[in-house]
């Protein structure tokens, strides 16, 4: 069992920068694959950016060259690092684990989620 707690959502303006670090209980979290996904109001949740155990990285296309996600192991730490914010990035951002698949894309891929940190984004 996981507990994911994120934070360091906020107001910023466009073109502004936020990290958001997602802390995880238990022992074995370096094995876990990591990833954020965000809601936007009225629409579905959607993909951001994943982090295998093994360290290899990927994003949607809508954050790739913005967003970089990385983690801390020995903190038992995931961070997404939030830079170029477009009033578009608004939206709940919501930390997911998974021990059982090694890429998280996929909604169904998610054992784990966190309870979200608002990020909004002003033109």
């Known amino acids: 069992q996981v507990q994911l707690v994120e934070s360091g959502g906020g107001l910023v303006q466009a073109g502004g920068s936020l990290r958001l670090p997602c802390a995880a209980s238990g022992r074995t979290f370096r094995y876990y694959a990591m990833g954020w996904f965000r809601q936007a109001p009225g629409k579905e949740r959607e993909f951001v950016a994943g982090?295998?155990?093994?360290?290899?990285?990927y994003y949607a296309d809508s954050v790739k060259g913005r967003f970089t996600i990385s983690r801390d192991n020995a903190k038992n730490t995931v961070y997404l690092h939030l830079n170029s914010l477009k009033p578009e990035d608004t939206g709940v951002y919501y930390c997911?684990?998974?021990?059982?698949?090694?890429?998280?894309?996929?909604?169904?891929?998610?054992?784990?989620w966190g309870q979200g940190t608002q990020v909004t984004v002003s033109s």
């Open positions: 997911a684990a998974s021990r059982s698949s090694d890429y998280l894309r996929d909604l169904r891929a998610v054992e784990y």
């Open positions: 982090i295998s155990w093994s360290d290899n990285t």
